[in-house]
């Protein structure tokens, strides 16, 4: 141990005094070295406008306004709290843009999700367990979420509703007036030729990668899926 180790852990504020400061100091350097990182935070007046606005504070323990001031003072053991406990309460719908400073709390939090991915964080396994079925959903049939993926097992946070619609899902998407929605298992039809592209795109851009580090056994059923379907189209993957 060293003795900055020694340090952190006697005054542990976070909770993950085991971690070495040097990993958490590792991790953020990652996260400042995002060519992104400069764009999204110029400091922090603590206004708490970035809160006001923000879905996910509403609900859960989160602050966008933490996310920019932990950065902001370059608080690499509470950067790493946050990169554990935090990040993946924000819904990416970017509303605290609205900063007066210019900063972006909720890109701040993408560069720190995918920094969690790339190094196979714990938050990020469980995070990716939530989205596995969306993950493969898109690889097999090219749409994100489809109506009977609306499962109160799958979704808990949605609230007993849930249930109700899933029960009687065919009733509800064939009361719909157009014909193309009268399915259950796939949002909307997408094309064989977007579909390959998708797949080129997660294959040449490192994203199917990133899932290894994180998913081993989902990795696997996605790298089958796609190359059974490059094949059929003729494509070496
Ligand atoms: S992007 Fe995230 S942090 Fe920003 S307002 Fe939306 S939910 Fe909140
Ligand atoms: S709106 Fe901007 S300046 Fe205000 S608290 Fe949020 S990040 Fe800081």
């Known amino acids: 141990m060293t003795q900055t180790d020694a340090a952190?852990?006697?005054?542990?504020?976070?909770?993950y005094a085991d971690v070495p400061h040097e990993e958490k100091e590792r991790l953020f350097d990652q996260v400042k070295a995002d060519p992104r990182f400069g764009?999204?935070?110029?400091?922090?007046?603590?206004c708490g406008i970035c809160v006001a606005v923000c879905p996910s504070a509403?609900?859960?323990?989160?602050?966008?306004?933490?996310?920019?001031?932990?950065?902001?003072?370059?608080?690499?053991?509470?950067?790493y709290?946050?990169?554990?406990?935090?990040i993946w309460e924000c819904s990416q719908c970017f509303s605290c843009v609205r900063c007066p400073r210019g900063n972006n709390p909720g890109g701040l939090i993408t560069i720190m999700r995918e920094v969690a991915v790339n190094?196979?964080?714990a938050s990020a396994k469980e995070a990716l367990v939530g989205y596995s079925r969306i993950i493969y959903k898109i690889m097999s049939t090219g749409t994100q979420v489809s109506p009977d993926m609306l499962q109160q097992d799958a979704f808990p946070d949605w609230g007993p509703e849930t249930a109700d619609v899933s029960a009687n899902l065919d009733l509800w998407r064939r009361a719909l007036p157009p014909e193309t929605l009268h399915t259950t298992n796939t949002g909307w039809k997408v094309a064989?030729?977007?579909l390959i592209e998708l797949y080129l795109i997660w294959l040449h851009t490192g994203a199917l990668d990133m899932i290894e580090d994180v998913d081993p056994s989902l990795h696997a059923i996605l790298q089958e899926v796609m190359e059974e379907r490059l094949e059929e189209e003729g494509i070496e993957p």
């Open 39 to 46: 764009d999204y935070l110029y400091g922090c007046y603590e």
């Open 8 to 15: 952190y852990k006697a005054r542990d504020v976070t909770g």
């Open 81 to 86: 709290q946050q990169m554990q406990e935090d």
């Open 58 to 79: 509403r609900f859960y323990d989160f602050s966008p306004r933490r996310i920019a001031q932990a950065a902001a003072r370059e608080d690499a053991e509470l950067v």
């Open 192 to 194: 064989d030729s977007t």
């Open 119 to 121: 190094n196979g964080l």
